[in-house]
């Protein structure tokens, strides 16, 4: 799983950031991704109706996890802070393949969704058990870990404005 965060963080965009801005033009970019795991494997966006079927079916057997990363960068110092929030999803085993097609006829967007997983979904939800985490980590932006990001990235810019 280490190995999965390091990737995951690796790709902040610092890249893709403006440059020229000044001490009077100040920014701070959230940058973040999210996958699902599920038995070991890494689960993106379905490819296919058959594979996000295949992805549901999994979770009545076994939880899956979103494991979310976000990175905080602030402009024009460039001082960066980042951490990773995982949350687990028990579904019953009553959550079978077929709630895709019924999510499909709604237009809900589950072939968009990282591990065809849509928690907020009244049809899915009426299937979970239990989340071991927040309903927002799981939806792809922790609050908590956003916060918690904010509060270090303040004290690394107090640090640096006294040295």
Known sequence: MDHLIDEIQAGNCSGDLPTGL????EWVVLTGDQVVTHDGNILEKPHSL???????????RSPCSTVGSCVLT??????????????????KPTITGEII??????DAPVLSCAGGLMIEHPLTRQHIDRIDGTEDSVMGLSKDLVTRLLGELRQKLAKNVVH
């Open 22 to 25: 000044t001490s009077d033009n």
């Open 50 to 60: 058959e594979q996000a079927k295949q992805f549901v079916e999994g979770y009545a």
């Open 74 to 91: 602030h402009l024009p110092s460039g001082i960066q802070v980042s951490g990773v929030d995982t949350a687990t999803i028990y579904f």
């Open 101 to 106: 097609d019924k999510l499909l006829e709604l």
